[in-house]
């Protein structure tokens, strides 16, 4: 038998999620638990009998009456995978390039992943990749800076365009009574994005310019992957949608979500937004938001404290509505 002291597992836009267990071993459960070795087991964690979180485990630890591991989703494969084949695309969806970058890179030993394309980005690939050069999550996340979205749920990898706005519920001030905070990052702010591509065919596009309220804030980016100017136009364009105008954060970190509140956990997969409306403060928030993160704790407690479950979800502006950035927390 064991105990499961403490379960965090998270849920990320763009990136490898991860989960954490904390276990008390007892009796023959102590045994079966030292033989828990990296990469070669997998965590699954379930929320009232469906499963929520599946991957590979990446770090355990032993010590006295106490078991702690890591894991990251299906994703953290491809950080440990290269390309297997020379593959040049022209214009292709981005959608198309990034299925491929996945199939191929678990194709030498597959852990039984799918693919799921919600829709095309309608943004071209024009991009090129070399045998046993770059690391595949990274070609994959290069692809996410330029209109792509993708999540893994289990062995699922969901792929969506940037602009997929889908609401899975609604926030609004009376499902947060203990109050917000709104705040504006201007450092994220950029009114023109030039993107160099590959070197020797100079490869180069740009978009946006003089901003009549922002004035001229401009970006440089080298992505030597792009082989065509129409992609790195694309792909400057796609910049260009999520960081203009400056964005708008909303903080909810400490602040515990009304149970009735019109969300269940789990729908919050990213890539799907949530409808907020606020008007506590003075600025007023009233939008559509990309759900980019999702993270939820559970502890035991203890003989005299029953256990707790927190959740906490992020939000952000997507790239067909971007003037808001947000983070939200339930528990």
Known sequence: MQTLTEIEWTRALDDTSTARVVAIPDGDCCERLGQVRAWR??????RDGQPVWSGPILQAEWSRGKFEVWAGDIL???????????????????????AWLI???????????????????????????????????????????TGLDFTAVGSRVVLLPET??????????????????????????????VIAGNEDDDVMGEAGGTDPYYGLLE??????TITTDAAATDAARSRLRSSLPVPVF??????????????????????????????????P???????????????????????????????AASGAENTTDATFGTA
């Open 285 to 315: 928030i009233s939008q559509r938001l990309k759900v980019t993160g999702l993270k939820v704790t559970e502890n035991g407690g203890t003989e005299s404290t029953p256990g707790s479950e927190s959740v906490q979800v992020q939000v």
């Open 250 to 283: 909303i903080d909810t970190q400490q602040v515990t979500i009304s149970p009735q509140a019109a969300v269940q956990v789990p729908t919050l997969v990213p890539g799907w937004c949530l409808d907020i409306a606020t008007r506590v403060t003075c600025r």
């Open 76 to 98: 953290a494969l491809l950080d440990r995978r290269v390309p297997h084949d020379d593959v040049d695309f022209g214009d292709s969806d981005l959608v198309d390039v990034a």
């Open 41 to 46: 087991h997998y965590l699954s964690i379930w």
């Open 103 to 145: 199939d191929d890179g678990f194709a030498p030993d597959d852990p039984g992943h799918s693919i799921e394309a919600i829709g095309k980005t309608g943004v071209r690939g024009g991009r090129s990749y070399r045998r046993g050069i770059g690391q595949s999550g990274d070609h994959l996340r290069d692809l996410a800076e």
């Open 164 to 193: 997929h706005t889908v609401t899975v519920g609604r926030l609004t001030d009376a499902d947060m009574p203990e109050g917000l905070i709104v705040a504006e990052d201007g450092t994220a702010l950029a009114t023109r994005w």
């Open 219 to 224: 970006r440089y980016v080298e992505q030597t």
